[in-house]
């Protein structure tokens, strides 16, 4: 079975800096998607990044970017120019390729990011 | 924009009272999810449904049913609520297809049982 391990329960970061957040997953297959979900105090999960683990090229969206190893399986996010708006759990997810009936998204436990003014 | 809605944010219930969560999906969304969250142990799988009146357990089942009668809407179901189901409880829907099709939540429902 597939697993998700965010190794830091806890993280922060000054505004304005740079921030990594940690992700290992395990799985046997190959072809699968991973994600960062943002989950702000009102509770909303809120889709950070994707990335496709066929594809080499770290995925980057705007001030968040992914440093994807398949090899190592790891899938870290990283966070420029912090924001005060940026303070919330993320969550990373793993998702196999089964096509339309499956594709359930397997989460980690989870970080919890401050930022402090 | 995609909005998944459920219909309660708040609720506080009794034990061993019927409990029902409702969700709306207005983008014709193949599949739904019900996740429940907890503090330390992230989001785990409930039930999900790939289609109209199909079904399928996902990590946690036990203690839940679920129904989808109609393609926008999932009804979680808790036949009778006991305290270790205070929780907070998510709704998610995507579209059919890849697996990379965004899974889209709801607000989320606190439920709690005393």
């Known amino acids: 079975a597939q697993t998700v391990t965010q190794s830091q329960p806890e993280m922060s970061v000054q505004e304005a800096e740079t921030v990594t957040l940690s992700c290992t997953y395990d799985?046997?297959?190959?072809?699968?998607?991973l994600f960062w979900y943002k989950q702000p105090p009102s509770r909303q999960m809120i889709l950070v990044i994707r990335q496709e683990a066929y594809k080499q090229q770290n995925a980057t969206e705007n001030r968040f970017s992914v440093n994807f190893q398949k090899a190592a399986k790891s899938f870290s996010l990283k966070i420029s120019d912090s924001q005060l708006g940026d303070a919330a759990m993320y969550f990373c997810a793993y998702r196999g390729n089964y096509g339309g009936s499956q594709g359930n998204l397997i989460f980690g436990k989870g970080t919890k990011l401050s930022v402090k003014p | 924009d995609v909005k998944v809605t459920q219909s309660s944010r708040y609720l506080v219930k009794r034990t061993g009272e019927k409990v029902f969560l409702e969700c709306v999906q207005d983008m014709d969304h193949e599949n739904m999810f019900w996740y429940r969250q907890d503090p330390g142990l992230g989001l785990r799988l409930i039930y999900f449904?790939?289609?109209?009146?199909?079904?399928e357990k996902g990590d946690i089942p036990e203690g839940y049913s679920v129904s989808r009668e109609k393609k926008e809407r999932f009804s979680l179901i808790l036949e009778s609520a006991s305290t270790n189901q205070t929780s907070m409880y998510l709704c998610?829907?995507?579209?059919?297809?890849?697996?990379?099709?965004?899974?889209?939540f709801g607000e989320g429902s606190w439920l709690t049982v005393v």
């Open positions: 449904s790939y289609d109209v009146k199909m079904k």
């Open positions: 799985t046997s297959e190959s072809d699968y998607y």
């Open positions: 998610a829907s995507s579209d059919g297809g890849t697996s990379g099709n965004t899974i889209y």
